[in-house]
C-alpha cells in the first residue's frame, strides 16, 4: 500500500534512481528505442488484427527471452534502460499499450509481456530484437499462444486537471480505455469528485493529454498527441462543462511528439504561462516553454533539456506548489516504487531548472494513472492515483499535500478506475 516516509534528500535534479536489486546484465540489448520512432500506430494495432505474421507459441517467446534476458521475465539491464524478458523500452511499451498492464514492462506477468510482445512482432517483424530475432526463429513460428485472449483496455487513462468547467477548482478529464469517450469529473472542492460528463468521443487514438490554459483566455484547454501521427493539438476550453461543447475545435501546436512520453503542464519559469514537459526516448526531460497565446507551433517556444537519467521515471505530475515555496514542482515514480519530489525553481534554467529531489513515498509501482492540482482549494499541492492489479480497474484516491512537501493520508473517492 502507498505510504508516505521519511523524506530523504538527493544531490541531483534528474531522475537517477539507483541500482535495482534485481538489475544484472541482459544478454542481448534491442534495438526497440529506435523503432518507437517510426511512425507507430500503436491505437490501430490489436490482437485480434495481427494476423499469424503476429503471433508466436509460448515456447519460441521464450526462446527469445533466454537470448534477451537470460529467461528472466523481471529483469532491468545495468543501465535500466530496457525491461523484462523481451527488454522494452518504455518508449515502446507504453505505444504499444503496455501501461494498461504496469508501468515498468518487467512489473508484468510474463504473459502480458508475452501479449504486447504480439503486438509489436505483428507491426515490425523480428526486426526490433536484431540479435535474438533471427535464431529464436520468432518471425516464423505463427502459432497463437492466447487467440481467445486479446488485451482488454480498461479504466480510466492518462487523466488531467484544471478548472473546465470555471467554477474555481479543479475537475479531472481522463479517456474511458474501453470506448475511447472523454469524460469531464467536475470537482467539487474538496477533493472528491461530481457525476462525469462526456465531452469526447474517439480519444481512443489520443494520448499524454495535459490540461492548461494555453491560449491565455482564462480558460482551460486540453493538449494530446494522435499516437498515429506524432502531431499534438489543442483543444480550446470553452470555460463551461457544455458535453459535448466543452471543447473547441483542435489547432495543431507540433509534431513528431509520438517521440515523447509523459506530458505534463506546469509553469516552470513562473510566468503564469503554462510549459509542457516530456520525456524523450532517450530518457532526457525536456521542458517547452509556453508563449501564452494559441498560436500554431508558436505556441510553444524552443525546447529546454532540464534533465536526464529519466528513463527510470514513469508517471509524471505536477502538483502545483507542493513544498509552499510559490513554486510549481514535479513528481514522479521510480522503477523501484519510490514517490520523489522535483521542486521547481521558478526558473528556466537547464539541469538547474529542478531542485534536488526529494523522496515522499514508496511503495507506488502499484499505483497508475498520478494526475496533480490542488483538488481541496486550501492552497496546497495534491495528488490523486489509481491503485489497480494489472489490467484491472481499481480503486481512486486522493492524497492531501500537507504543505511542506509531503502527502498526508489518503482518502478514497471512486471505484471503477
Given at each position: 500500500?502507498?505510504?508516505?516516509?521519511t523524506l530523504a534528500t538527493e544531490t541531483s535534479g534528474t531522475g537517477t534512481s539507483g541500482t535495482e536489486t534485481n538489475s544484472r546484465p541482459a544478454r542481448r540489448r534491442t534495438a526497440i528505442a529506435a523503432l518507437a520512432l517510426a511512425g507507430i500506430a500503436a491505437s490501430a494495432l490489436t490482437l485480434a488484427g495481427a494476423g499469424p505474421a503476429g503471433a508466436a507459441s509460448v515456447a519460441t517467446w521464450d526462446k527469445l527471452a533466454q537470448c534477451e534476458a537470460s529467461g528472466d521475465w523481471t529483469i532491468v539491464d545495468s543501465t535500466h534502460t530496457y525491461y523484462g524478458g523481451l527488454q522494452f523500452d518504455l518508449q515502446t511499451w507504453n505505444a504499444y499499450g503496455g501501461r494498461q498492464y504496469a508501468t515498468y514492462p518487467n512489473q508484468a506477468t510474463k504473459k502480458q509481456q508475452i501479449l504486447i510482445g504480439e503486438k509489436l512482432l505483428a507491426a515490425r517483424g523480428a526486426a526490433p530484437w536484431p540479435v535474438c530475432g533471427g535464431p529464436s526463429g520468432i518471425a516464423n513460428d505463427h502459432a497463437d499462444p492466447y487467440p481467445a485472449e486479446p488485451p482488454t483496455p480498461v479504466g480510466v487513462v492518462q487523466l488531467s486537471a484544471a478548472d473546465f468547467d470555471g467554477d474555481g477548482t479543479k475537475d479531472i478529464v481522463g479517456i474511458e480505455a474501453a470506448t475511447g469517450k472523454l469524460w469531464l469529473y467536475p470537482g467539487k472542492g474538496n477533493g472528491t469528485l461530481g457525476d462525469r460528463v462526456q465531452i469526447g468521443s474517439g480519444w481512443g487514438g489520443m494520448s499524454g493529454l495535459a490540461a492548461a490554459d494555453y491560449t491565455g483566455d482564462g480558460k482551460a484547454d486540453l493538449a494530446a498527441v494522435e499516437n498515429a501521427t506524432g502531431k499534438l493539438y489543442v483543444y480550446p476550453g470553452?470555460?463551461?462543462?457544455?458535453?459535448?461543447?466543452?471543447l473547441g475545435d483542435r489547432v495543431q501546436i507540433g509534431s513528431g511528439w509520438n517521440s515523447m512520453r509523459d506530458l505534463t503542464a506546469l509553469d516552470v519559469n513562473k510566468d503564469n504561462k503554462p510549459d509542457l514537459v516530456a520525456i524523450d526516448n532517450n530518457g532526457a526531460l525536456w521542458a517547452y516553454p509556453g508563449t501564452g497565446s494559441l498560436n500554431g507551433t508558436g505556441t510553444l517556444g524552443s525546447r529546454v533539456q532540464i534533465g536526464s537519467g529519466w528513463d527510470t521515471m514513469a508517471e509524471l505530475s505536477s502538483p502545483g506548489d507542493l513544498n509552499g515555496d510559490g513554486r510549481a514542482d514535479l513528481?514522479?515514480?521510480?522503477?523501484?516504487?519510490?514517490?520523489?519530489?522535483y521542486p521547481g525553481t521558478g526558473?528556466?534554467?537547464?539541469?538547474?531548472?529542478?531542485?534536488?529531489?526529494?523522496?515522499?513515498?514508496?511503495?507506488?509501482?502499484?499505483m497508475h494513472q498520478l494526475v496533480g492540482a490542488d483538488f481541496n482549494g486550501d492552497g496546497k499541492g495534491d495528488l490523486d492515483a489509481v491503485q489497480a492489479p494489472s489490467g484491472s480497474t481499481g480503486i481512486f484516491y486522493f492524497y492531501p499535500g500537507n504543505g511542506s512537501g509531503g502527502l498526508g493520508n489518503r482518502a478514497q473517492i471512486g471505484t471503477g478506475w
Open positions: 500500500m502507498p505510504r508516505t516516509g470553452s470555460g463551461a462543462a457544455g458535453g459535448m461543447n466543452t513528481v514522479a515514480v521510480d522503477q523501484g516504487g519510490k514517490l520523489w519530489n526558473s528556466l534554467n537547464g539541469t538547474g531548472t529542478l531542485g534536488g529531489r526529494v523522496q515522499i513515498g514508496s511503495g507506488w509501482d502499484t
